[in-house]
């Protein structure tokens, strides 16, 4: 039996159904795929976190910068946690954040992940919005369209990181986003000059978190993967279907899937987390798989 036939069995018997749903819910729930992770302890960088006033611009679902004391936001930092831990062991520099299909959560899942790296204070992280189809991290973000873009960066070879990337000092986070929808998305991303603006990002930031355009609507994210050190891949409960799922991982190259990320799964936390952080919110993280 392979490794992805397992893990399609252990999330379905421990009930984090691959199936279509009719509603969803706006608040992250996230699941990491990292055994490791469990057993190690939180850097101490997580511990000066404080929640933050929320500007009515930045979407409640970002708990990583609103409120990182939190139950969810702290399941981003064992998402963090793994990325680190492969940023040393495996040389994972840029990681991309993606899913299936439309809809199961890549974008909140990328963000918040970038936040939580970004606690670190001596962290230099940079998020990108490569999905140029339907770009959200701006919007999320509650970013104004003020300054460059990666589509203005693709286009005009005069523009550096430096003239389009936007500093979010609050949240020690650097972000570039893709700016208005292209016309041609697939051919600017094709472009040699999305591997020289890579090239630049490297020698700048210790970590590039790119949010990338799904995995199978659209080719984008194949053209993107060269670039890429390992994917994230973004799984919604009682929405992804099983063969989305193993469709997209058959088209990764194996050596660069990371482990997959279960989002929106209502289950209750354990009661261990209630005991120390008051009510549930309807979140918790599951260890179904993760590929060596």
């Known amino acids: ?27 992250a729930d996230v ?28 979407a409640a679902s970002l708990v990583s910068l609103l409120d990182p004391t939190s139950f969810e936001a702290d399941q981003y930092r ?50 990108v919005d490569t999905d140029l189809r339907r770009p959200a991290v701006a919007r999320q973000l509650g970013l104004s369209d003020s300054k460059g873009s990666l589509v203005e960066a693709l286009l005009d070879t005069r523009l550096t990181l430096e003239d389009t990337v936007k500093p979010l000092d609050h949240f020690n986070l650097s972000v570039l986003p893709a700016g208005k929808p292209a016309v041609a998305p697939y051919e600017l991303l094709k472009s040699p000059r999305l591997e020289v603006l890579f ?29 890429v050190d390992g994917f994230l891949t973004v799984v919604a409960a009682h929405r992804t279907r099983r063969g989305e799922l193993a469709k997209a991982l058959d088209l990764m190259d194996p050596a660069k899937v990371v482990g997959l990320v279960f989002n ?29």
């Open 264 to 292: 929106r799964d209502d289950a209750r936390r354990p009661s261990y987390y209630t005991l120390y952080a008051g009510s549930p919110r309807g979140a918790r993280w599951r260890l179904p798989w993760r590929k060596p």
């Open 78 to 127: 064992v998402l963090r946690h793994v990325v680190e831990t492969m940023r040393k062991g495996a040389n994972l520099q840029v990681v991309a954040v993606t899913s299936p299909g439309v809809g199961d959560g890549k974008t909140t899942t990328a963000i918040n992940l970038a936040g939580t790296l970004a606690q670190s204070a001596d962290a230099r992280v940079l998020l």
């Open 31 to 58: 699941s990491t795929t990292s055994a490791q992770a469990a057993e190690l302890p939180l850097p101490a960088s997580a511990l000066l976190a404080s929640p933050v006033h929320r500007s009515d611009r930045i």
């Open 1 to 27: 039996m392979s490794k992805f036939s397992e893990a399609f069995e252990r999330v379905e018997a421990e009930g984090a159904l691959l199936t279509p749903a009719s509603s969803l819910r706006t608040t």
């Open 199 to 227: 090239d630049e990002a490297r020698q700048r930031f210790d970590y590039i978190v790119l949010d990338t355009p799904p995995f199978l609507p659209v080719p984008d994210c194949r053209v993107i993967a060269k670039y």
